[in-house]
């Protein structure tokens, strides 16, 4: 069984940056695509970035239009988001997931191909 925990949520002013963490712990060979994905109340849940384990290849959601960079540190077993021109609309929880099987190869992220979830970290971009 696969453990992840976020980390490096916060409240930060538009056009601000955060980096967040996701470090996963446990059965690590059950962890190949390692995805955030974040949510407002009342909202679904929705994907953000993926990266894939096996040859660090990732995608993006087109809404991001490249203000966030995912990448990982397999000595550390963490991914990380690196959020940039934050926007108040990014404000949410953003959650970590991860799944031993999925390979990210650009079709949009869906909640339920992912195994694992972490408990999420809050975001608040505010003035």
């Known amino acids: 069984q696969v453990q992840l925990a976020e980390a490096g949520g916060g409240l930060v002013q538009p056009g601000g940056s955060l980096r967040l963490s996701c470090a996963y712990s446990?059965?690590?060979?059950?962890?190949?695509?390692i995805a955030w994905f974040r949510q407002v109340p009342g909202k679904e849940r929705e994907g953000v970035s993926c990266?894939?384990?096996?040859?660090?290849?990732?995608y993006y959601a087109n809404f991001l239009k490249g203000r966030f960079t995912i990448s990982r540190d397999g000595a550390k077993n963490t991914v990380y988001l690196q959020m940039s021109s934050l926007r108040p609309e990014d404000t949410a929880v953003y959650y970590c997931?991860?799944?031993?099987?999925?390979?990210?190869?650009?079709?949009?992220?869906?909640?339920?191909?992912?195994?694992?979830w972490g408990q999420g970290t809050q975001v608040t971009v505010s003035s």
């Open positions: 446990g059965s690590t060979l059950e962890v190949h695509a």
């Open positions: 990266i894939n384990r096996s040859d660090g290849s990732t």
């Open positions: 997931a991860a799944d031993p099987e999925l390979y990210c190869d650009g079709n949009e992220l869906n909640v339920l191909d992912f195994r694992s």
